[in-house]
């Protein structure tokens, strides 16, 4: 049994490629729409714009739905929601937009020529290379792979004596729950 021939058909792969990598398979469809009208932005850069504001849109989207829960349910607020929802999708597309980031940043040689890894129709090192991989990428890895991750395990670390307690479990619990001591 060194080898499985299995064959999985394609629409079983596909949601769980939509359900794995939202934010890339939502580029596809917002591909269509923004081709050739992206302005001076080149469309590899502009995905990865499209990507950090959809990642911020589905905080948004999630907490517009939270709220009309609560107003229709006529349930309490609980801003514990709030913060563990930000954690989840820090967590949850952390991943994808970080390797989007990093594509657009490599380069590979083809012939006597670097290309960017991401989209190999782009040239690396040119003046359009380094100004979005300063102004627009470099910042952004820095968030997403930095600073993001540590205010998650600085927060985590501060109430590390209080774990136990109700609030804690609530806002932290599912980052640290299935670890025992």
């Known amino acids: 049994m060194s080898k499985l021939d299995i064959v999985v058909p394609y629409g079983i792969l596909s949601i769980f490629d939509q359900i794995g990598r939202p934010i890339q398979q939502s580029m596809y469809s917002i591909d269509c729409i923004f081709v050739g009208n992206t302005g001076t932005i080149p469309i590899i850069y502009f995905r990865v714009i499209l990507s950090l504001v959809l990642s911020l849109c589905y905080q948004v989207f999630f907490i517009i739905g939270y709220r009309i829960y609560t107003w229709v ?33 490599s380069c590979r040689t083809i012939g006597i020529h670097d290309y960017i890894l991401g989209n190999v129709s782009y040239e690396c090192y040119n003046d359009q290379f380094w100004y979005y991989a300063l102004v627009l990428v470099a910042p952004f890895l820095i968030l997403w792979v930095f600073i993001l991750p540590l205010s998650i395990l600085y927060n985590l670390n501060k109430n590390a004596k209080r774990l136990n307690d109700v609030e804690v479990r609530l806002k932290y619990g599912f980052m640290f729950r299935e670890y025992r001591d």
Not at 80 to 104: A, D, G, K, R
């Open 73 to 105: 349910m006529r349930k309490p607020l609980n801003y514990y929601i709030f913060s563990t929802s930000f954690m989840f999708f820090v967590v949850f597309l952390q991943p994808e937009i970080v390797s989007q980031m990093l594509s657009v940043i």
